[in-house]
């Protein structure tokens, strides 16, 4: 830190977007690094080539090493082309299994370090206990916090032990809320006992594996802070409890400024000088990031913010990227192949029978209910899968207005695939009426009744008029044909459910 006046130590705090997906964002990237000395980047967009590219000219435009972070709870492809898409994490708690967990996050982490990304904004470590959370949902390992623990410990590990940091979000816990923090303010009323034995387990493991960096969240606990400022701002839950209390001295990142959560705090300089006081150390995603380099700079130069909490972040940060930035680019690249038989193995090993058998007419109207809107990709491989096994399958692609269509013959079996997903502000983990109401009519119907979720598990709730019922948490298609199978008695369903589901 010699030499680094309150500029350049003000900038480091900063962590704006390289987003490709409106056009080339690197004029603006070197633009921030130049002048207000950013000390890295959230990544959205692009594609590995380019990205690596990208990160690698930065690099040496920057004189200060640059963090380059990614959202990488599902792999690489969850934000970049040609990158790996894993299942849903909860897929991960259904198998159980802390190795796999391991390899699934080292994995990712070589992936990235063939993109010049050090910095993986993972494991998701929410406990989500409350089955309406619109956004935690199966980006959760599941609702027992001892599990989540256990699986997000060993993402960590399997994460950090490849060189790239890790990320344990969204302190104190988001998964009790029944809100999006990216569309307002959740308000979450759980005490400290509660916290404590539930919300607070996992993120205790995470930093007792020595996670390099937590990510606070946009919700608002009462219990804890009286005045209802979001986590991210408070200093009773940012510094007594994360940093007091669990101990913690690693980096504490903000959740994306850019999210309503956070905004209803006043204008951003104003919230992002709150944050640092609080104890965060880098700020995320700040829609105006020279408005708040400016802001901070202006904070600690008229004694609003104690010039000693700035060097204390910096001091941290810099630490951190001499642990996980390294003097090359690229180095060790993720093979392919090896990527996609993890996908195939956490698929297969992530399918939970909840009732029933196999199917047993050789007919099979397949009946497909898509929240998300994916289009007609959705399903195919599920039917394929049938149809190769010799069954003879009609597709029906159901609106949410077709709640009387449910007609099919006698000798036909009624097989319903759900499709679900999170996505930030989008509600597409519960169902509509009109599909709650057309499932209600095919369990009440003679014949042989399958129900097949891929996505949410909660849709499955109440459900016990279907002969049998099959849970997965993603609809990539080798989740599709791992649950088809799973129908067939191909293969055994080897998933344990992970959330309380009564059918």
């Known amino acids: 830190m010699e030499g680094m006046g309150i500029e350049r130590q003000a900038g480091q705090m900063l962590m704006p977007r390289l987003d490709f997906r409106p056009g080339d964002p690197l004029p603006l990237a070197r633009e921030l690094v130049r002048d207000c000395h950013v000390g890295g980047f959230i990544v959205f967009g692009g594609e590995i080539e380019r990205l690596s590219k990208a990160t690698a000219e930065l690099q040496c435009f920057s004189d200060i090493p640059l963090f380059f972070a990614l959202d990488a709870e599902r792999g690489v492809g969850q934000t970049v082309k040609g990158g790996t898409v894993f299942p849903h994490i909860m897929s991960l708690g259904a198998a159980g299994d ?27 470590v929410d406990v989500n206990t409350n089955p309406a959370n619109p956004i935690i949902n199966v980006r959760s390992f599941g609702d027992d916090p001892l599990l989540v623990s256990r699986l997000g410990s060993a993402f960590i590990r399997g994460v950090q032990g490849e060189g790239v940091g890790a990320c344990a979000k969204h302190f104190p816990g988001h998964g009790g809320t029944d809100a999006d923090s990216h569309e307002a303010l959740p308000v979450y009323r759980a005490n400290m006992e509660r916290l404590t034995d539930c919300e607070l387990i996992p993120f205790k493991g995470a930093v007792e594996a020595g996670v390099s960096s937590i990510m606070t969240a946009h919700i608002s606990n009462l219990k804890i802070d009286g005045t209802g400022s979001p986590a991210t701002l408070s200093p009773l839950v940012v510094g007594e409890l994360l940093l007091g209390r669990l101990r913690f001295d690693g980096l504490v990142i903000t959740d994306s400024f850019r999210m309503e959560g956070v905004k209803g705090a006043g204008s951003e300089a104003d919230a992002v000088v709150t944050a640092v006081s609080a104890g965060c150390n880098i700020i995320l995603d700040p829609e105006d990031p ?31 990227k001499g642990r996980y930035i390294t003097s090359g680019h690229g180095g060790v690249q993720a093979d392919a192949d090896t990527g996609r038989e993890l996908c195939l193995e956490t698929a297969r090993r992530s399918v939970c029978r ?8 050789k007919k099979a109207r397949v009946f497909i209910l898509d929240v998300t809107s994916s289009g007609p990709s959705r399903g195919r491989a599920f039917i394929e899968v049938l149809e190769e096994a010799g069954f003879v399958c009609r597709r029906v692609d159901v609106n949410t207005s ?4 449910v007609a099919s013959g ?8 759900v499709y679900t997903g999170v996505a930030a502000w989008k509600e597409i983990t519960a169902l509509p009426d009109g599909y709650k109401e057309f499932l209600k009519g095919v369990s009440e119907m003679g014949g042989e009744k399958i129900l097949v ?40 369903p080897r998933g344990r459910m992970p959330v309380k589901v009564e059918l």
């Open 98 to 124: 802390e190795e796999l967990a391991g390899r699934q996050g080292a994995f990712t982490a070589r992936e990235m370090k063939g993109a010049g990304l050090n910095m993986a904004f993972a494991p998701v």
């Open 290 to 320: 020279k408005g708040v380099y400016e802001a901070l700079i202006e904070a600690v130069s008229s004694g609003e913010m104690l010039s000693s909490m700035l060097k204390e972040s910096v001091r941290k940060i810099l630490f951190t």
């Open 354 to 361: 909840l009732k029933g058998g196999g199917l047993e007419r």
């Open 402 to 405: 077709d709640s009387g269509c």
């Open 410 to 417: 006698r000798d036909e079996a009624a097989v319903c695939v």
């Open 453 to 492: 979720s891929l996505g949410s598990p909660y849709v499955l709730s109440g459900m016990s008029g279907f002969d049998t019922v099959i849970g997965a948490f993603d609809g990539l298609e080798c989740v599709e044909r791992a649950a088809a199978r799973v129908l067939l008695e191909r293969a055994e």
